[in-house]
């Protein structure tokens, strides 16, 4: 009467995490020291902080991926216009 029933269809998984930019810093800011940082409010996914290709020096800059969107969040809102 109503046709075939369709298929039920993958539901693609919601990202909660959450990227966050962070400039502005020390060429000597390392890795460990923005897990170390940014833990304290959630979990650290991932931290990435691009280098020129010509020297591999740090650019001063980072991205860092939180692992909840509400750990994102609160980092974000933790740091906004904060100087060390």
């Not at 060429?27 to 020129?52: H, K, M, N, W």
């Not at 974000?76 to 060390?84: A, I």
């Amino acid at each position: 009467m109503f046709g075939t029933p369709m298929e039920a269809q993958p539901v693609a998984p919601v990202d909660t995490t959450i990227r966050l930019y962070v400039g502005n810093l020390s060429f000597d800011t390392d890795e460990q020291r923005l897990i170390s940082t940014f833990s304290q409010f959630g979990p650290v996914a991932d931290v990435f902080l691009p280098v020129y290709r010509d020297s591999g020096r740090k650019r001063g800059l980072a991205f860092i991926t939180m692992g909840t969107r509400e750990a994102g969040e609160a980092g974000e809102d933790g740091f906004w216009c904060q100087r060390p």
